[in-house]
């Protein structure tokens, strides 16, 4: 399979790269990171950009550092970065653990973290840790800089808040205290999971004090357990089983080759009660 043919461009600045989008804005023009989802869709024609504008050698679009109590990752910095940084190790462990189970090595080599954030899978892991970790979506335009929440910035499947002509440059994500988990259900590991849990959750004592849960793959965007988050918060020791029976109450996945919609909830009850109580013992842990 091959892309149609397409016109190339690569900038070597954001500002380069905001003007290419402009230039284009009446063409089919697109950003390209990775390419580990936007090659493959275009091979099978399913998407057909008639220019693409490669941000693979804009160098200020790649690190990965801390600011103050925020941690700062370029939209380009590479999957395989994140996952081994030391700031990402101190400031957000969640994201470490899920990007471990991020497709293979290869394709963390060369997906982005901003790539995944910005195509929007639902299936996808780092849009759901990016909701639990209250992350802020650093957005580049003709009209300048603008700053969305992560609760704000997914729209649907593969639909973000990212307009024409505007690209993802940072992703902000706030220090949290507690204990976290990443867990999922996958046919096989590397592949897209079925349903994935990203738990952070503070301890005061023996009470939780805060609980931030998103789930992946049972709604068109990640989407926050709130109902579980309110079992939890106040209670003491943190009752998992009944927290994640209230956030599968909330739930109506969409049923599909993997899976019915009740086949989907009871996956995403066990794994909520999986994640919550693997974070709790790790919140209890760092006491
Ligand atoms: C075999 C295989 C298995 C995979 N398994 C998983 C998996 O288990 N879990 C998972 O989450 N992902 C998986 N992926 C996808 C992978 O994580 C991709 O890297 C990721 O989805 C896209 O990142 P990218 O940097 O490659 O982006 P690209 O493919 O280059 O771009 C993806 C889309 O995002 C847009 N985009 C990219 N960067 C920006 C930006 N800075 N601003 C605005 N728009 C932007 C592009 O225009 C395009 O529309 C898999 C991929 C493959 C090939």
Not at 127 to 148: F, H, K, N, W
Request: charged share 20%.
């Amino acid at each position: 399979m091959k892309p149609p043919p397409f016109h190339y461009a690569a900038p070597t600045s954001v500002a380069e790269a905001v003007a290419l989008l402009a230039a284009h804005a009446d063409d089919e023009a697109r950003v390209l990171a990775g390419g580990q989802s936007l090659v493959p869709l275009m091979n099978f024609r399913l998407a057909q950009p008639s220019h693409l504008i490669d941000l693979r050698r804009i160098a200020e679009l790649t690190g990965i550092r801390t600011e103050g109590d925020t941690l700062v990752i370029g939209a380009m910095a590479r999957q395989s970065a994140a996952e081994h940084a030391p700031e990402v190790a101190l400031f957000a462990p969640l994201l470490a653990e899920a990007l471990g189970f991020v497709a293979h090595p290869p394709i963390r080599n060369s997906g982005t973290v901003g790539g995944s954030i910005a195509h929007a899978d639902p299936a996808a892991e780092l849009p759901a840790v990016a909701l639990a970790l209250d992350a802020e979506l650093v957005i580049v335009g003709p009209q300048g800089s603008r700053t969305v929440a992560a609760a704000d910035f997914f729209l649907g499947p593969f639909t973000t808040a990212i307009g024409a002509g505007e690209l993802l440059t940072e992703v902000r994500i706030p220090r949290r205290a507690g204990g976290h988990a990443f867990v999922e259900f996958a046919r096989t590991h590397g592949t897209f999971a079925v349903v994935g849990v990203a738990a952070v959750i503070e301890l005061d004592g023996d009470t939780v004090s805060r609980a931030a849960i998103a789930l992946s793959g049972v709604a068109a965007t990640p989407v926050r357990a709130t109902a579980a988050e309110r079992v939890l918060v106040g209670a003491t020791a943190g009752d998992a089983a009944a927290a994640a029976d209230a956030a599968a109450a909330e739930l109506a996945p969409a049923g599909d080759v993997h899976g019915s919609t009740e086949t989907r909830t009871d996956i995403a009850r066990s794994y909520l009660r999986r994640g919550i109580e693997l974070a709790l013992q790790r919140a209890q842990d760092q006491r």
